[in-house]
């Protein structure tokens, strides 16, 4: 199926790979668990009455705000914390393996905070227009309530996803490699209809927003897009923002780095150039191999990766009809097509999109095939609606250089071994 | 400056111009007073706009340095722990490990400017006045080797300083450099010769223990099996050592008079600690961070947390036979660099009685 040589497969010298393969347990091509085919004796789960069935279960009100079943546990974010220096100024990842769809329930939506996250209420909650305005005007919690709003489905991902993976394949586990995503339905008004009620003066050609916690996250935003379509969003998912996402009011700001997604929204301030804040100059900047760096990518490019299976999915059922399944999303514009590779991107067939993102928001792919149980690069590759093509990490390396630390948008690459485990690997010819 | 920006700036100006007062408004909000404007827009912009009337020098600026920035990025911003480093790294741009930092690679002092005065010191943002601003950022182009040491630094000349690496930037042009080479038709066969493994995430061992649970039932031994706890993926630094089995940190030498304590108390504390939270960790798993952990830190000796570098005063009244009972821990509370000159603890202390008391009695109940 593939053509991994027989090298690839060797006993591997250094123990953590032993140990890697030795502790997947799982049975060369052998089903593990749940294997309902060919069964020699009844099975006393169906046989048996069980206790759920005969005794009740918790009543109404149990929790009143509920928490997904206990069996769940590991379904949950998890950073990783060599990463930075403290817990309060850093990220953690979302469990894209483990979910399915495209939306990411806010509970396990990843969080990033630079001064860690605040409470701060809706009754002491206030925000500024400034700067070169006819009216800077001071709006509460309540004021911002009359205003209309709309709702939209969008993802917000860090321009860090996947930054530990420039210099080679590091973190195993797509919630590492690609998780600092999430991609939440928001309720909001258009920034366009605060700036129209402030008056943006005629030399106004830049917003800067900024956070109310103590690190004042703040970024630079360009008039045109500040009156496109961004979002002074109040709830994710029907439900107002979780504390660690901004609540009560943070921006939205479709499409664009997730930096830029200002939390606990306080001050918008309407300047005639960037402010070119410690957040858009010494952070979020893209070091090139000359030595200089590009500053203003806002975008965020087309990407894919495939969740399932993945180095926190292996594959339990041995050979057999196998689902593989991903997520893909553009800042460009929506997505038109993934495909799927299974021998580390020499051939490839077209996925099926079983959900459809709009733009900006994340799609949901599907490959039905069946295994033969042999090793397997998959890959994943997008193409957004412009005609963008995902790239190979080494595409981009060709042209970044090794020194950037955002924007990658590489094609993943995942070695699936005949026991069904999975490693971040990346290859070449 | 690339094409694209070029117009997207163009267009953004006409855009601008097209929002006049006129466009329909709700009336809704009121207007901010001068003085709300003036707390809240502080930023500072390339062009020097913003900045406040002030200004400081190099020697100033170390004091205030040491007082509140060293502890985290170093006496000389040379960095400590992963935090930031500050100064030095000039020419490394092209290197396999560039070191950032504000001499080798910030482009504008303003940034510097507006960084420190609002959002430094981690912890304990904003209190910092506009000239204790100017001080800092004086010392950190000392530190850079930008200025010599009688240099003061100050809104009249602050944009005739220019950045090392002032002209290191330029906006964004993916749109020419990389749009057209990856906007094609896709091929689905035969697409480059057949490929092989060049890397392995497993080979580094840097994914957390603990995350890829599946493989738990029969981890490596020595590692605690976590499968399907909601606090796995804990920790396991390649770069740190492997977790040792919590050090017991230096056995209380007098007993902590923990009976008795008052509940109410402990929870006005535990309210409390949110000032200390951002430098300390307390109770289970508490490492140390940019302040020593302080669990059990009622009763024991002073200096005796291994791993954390303490100040040399700390050490030594360690090493004296100083014990952290409640009555020194109230007076140490009560105006840290008063009680000990030379402490790294940058804090301005409790000068409620009470609060101390609060904050003395959560420590006691996380003793254990």
Redesign the interface.
Known sequence: MTDMSDDDMREPVGTSRRAFLRTAGLAAGGAVIGAAAGAQEADPLITEVQDWATMTGEGVDATPYGMPIRFEGDVVRRTVSWLTADPISSINFTPIHALDGTITPAGCAFERHHSGAIELSKDDYRLMITGLVDRPLVFTWEDLQRFPRENHVYFCECAANSGMEWGGAQLNGAQFTHGMIHNMEYSGIPLRLLLQEAGVKPEGTWVYVEGADASSNGRSIPMEKALDDVLVAFTANGEALRKEHGYPVRLVVPGWEGNMWVKWLRRIGVTDTAVESREETSKYTDLMPDGRARKWTWTMDPKSVITAPSPQKPILHGAGPLVITGLAWSGRGAVARVDVSLDGGVNWQEARIGTQGGRYALSRFYLEIDWDGAPMLLQSRVTDETGYVQPTKDQLREIRGLNSVYHNNGIQTWAVYENGAVENVEVGS | MSKS?LK??A???L???G???S????G?????LPA??AA??V?????G?GLPVGSGDVLTGEDLWVENCAM?HGDFGEGA???PVIAGGDGT??N?R?V?T?GS????L??VF??VH??MP??N??ILTPDDTYAIVAYILYSNGLVEDDFTLSNENFTDVVMPNAE???????DE???P????E???????????????????????EG??????????TGVADN????E?????????PAPAPAEPVEQAVAEPESPGLDPALVAAGEGLWRQC??CHQVGDGARN??GPLLTGVVGRHAASVEGFRYSAPMQEAGANGLIWTPEELDSFLADPRAYMRGTRMSFRGLRDAGDRQAIIAYLQSQSQ
């Open positions: 920006v997207l700036l267009a953004t100006a855009v601008g111009a929002l006049p007062a466009a329909q408004t709700l809704l909000g009121r207007a901010a709300e404007i809240w827009d930023s500072v912009q390339p062009n706009h985290c722990g992963a935090y741009l092209t396999r560039p950032k504000v690679y910030w482009p504008y303003s940034t507006d960084y609002r959002s981690f912890g943002a904003q290191g930037f330029y906006p964004d042009d993916r450099s990389e749009v080479l990856f906007t094609h896709v091929c689905m066969t035969g697409c480059g010769p057949a490929v092989h493994i060049t890397h392995r995430a497993t080979d580094l061992q840097s994914t957390p995350a890829v649970t599946v493989f738990a039932p029969d981890r490596p499968a399907g706890a909601p796995g993926g804990e920790g396991a630094a390649p770069a740190a939270r951002s961070g940019t």
